[in-house]
């Protein structure tokens, strides 16, 4: 399989890399990829302005942040799906990952071995959205307070809360039916959401299903369909020239930054390229080799 000349020189040089990626999230529209540089112990935010990096092909769990700060992994696991080893994730989370994905239980008698008291996460009220991706939609669930920082970093453009449900089990249970008797998809794919990078926003067709889904909705008895917001304030100018080819998160990457929606980092060099930023965590940079 052909494998290009800087993925080579990076496998023999990853282990020197610094930086090791810790997360990617979004302050309102502030993108930011916090790292832990190995050599200063120290936490900081890496510039995502400046395309002119190295990224590893290894991914390494990210550790945790405890009641004294930043601890790196005591295992220096390898990880594949998740960002964390299970034994980092159930000292903040849950030791059950998959559970953000499919929760198995409401949280009063936890299914993962996690404490009663650590499943807060999954007892709280949670909300039903339905995003809009230009004129495509999608359906989805998230913890009320956090609904509209999770579209941000999903990258819609638009989104409107349809319902709310008592704990996450239960939202993802209306989420799956509701998604099968309107035949609302429960993503979209990232070729279309790089094709819409080069598409200007249809506000009176998104306007337009959403009318039609908001008077279906309104005579199903468990939604309660509300106004629907825009997400404009992402660091990019909007449409661009072309649609962005995603990239392979590790390589090398250079070029003058384009800006930042969702997951992507566009940059341009010898055309417009896509980086997946949720892709980084675990992953580690170096400005040079």
């Known amino acids: ?38 050599s200063s112990r120290e936490v900081s935010e ?4 400046e395309i002119d990096f190295f990224t590893s092909k290894k991914r390494t769990c990210i550790g945790y942040f405890g009641d004294d700060g930043y601890i790196p992994c005591p295992k220096n696991a390898t990880v594949d799906r998740f960002a964390q080893c299970p ?10 990952q998959a559970c953000v994905f499919e929760p198995k239980c409401d949280g009063e008698k936890p299914k993962c071995g996690a404490d009663k008291e650590d499943t807060d996460f999954c007892r709280r009220e949670h909300a039903l959205y339905v995003a809009f991706y230009d004129t495509r939609m999608k359906i989805g669930m998230s913890s009320t307070r956090r609904v509209e920082r999770r579209l941000i970093e999903q990258g819609a453009d638009a989104y409107a809360i349809i319902g709310t449900m008592q704990n996450r089990v239960k939202a993802r249970e209306v989420e ?8 609302i998809p429960q993503w979209v794919r990232q070729d279309a959401q790089l094709r819409n990078f080069a598409r200007k926003v249809d506000v009176s067709g998104i306007e337009g299903r959403y009318e039609g889904l908001e008077m279906t ?5 468990s939604m309660r369909p509300e106004g629907l917001k825009w997400l404009n304030g992402y660091p990019i100018d909007l449409p661009l020239s072309a649609t962005p080819n995603p990239q392979d998160s590790w390589g090398r990457h250079k070029g003058r930054c384009v800006g930042i929606k969702g997951k992507w980092l566009i940059y341009e060099q010898d055309g417009l390229k896509a980086l997946n930023l949720s892709d980084f965590p675990a992953r580690f940079l170096a400005r040079s080799i």
């Open 1 to 38: 399989m052909f494998q290009r000349a800087d993925q080579i020189l990076i496998q023999n040089k990853e282990d020197d890399f610094a930086l090791h990626a810790l997360d990617f999230s979004w302050e309102g529209f502030e993108p930011s990829l916090t790292v832990f540089d190995r």
């Open 46 to 49: 890496f510039n995502l302005e």
């Open 87 to 96: 034994e980092c994730c159930k000292e903040v989370f849950l030791p059950d």
């Open 176 to 183: 799956k039916a509701v998604s099968a008797k309107l035949g």
């Open 217 to 221: 909705l309104n005579q199903m008895p």
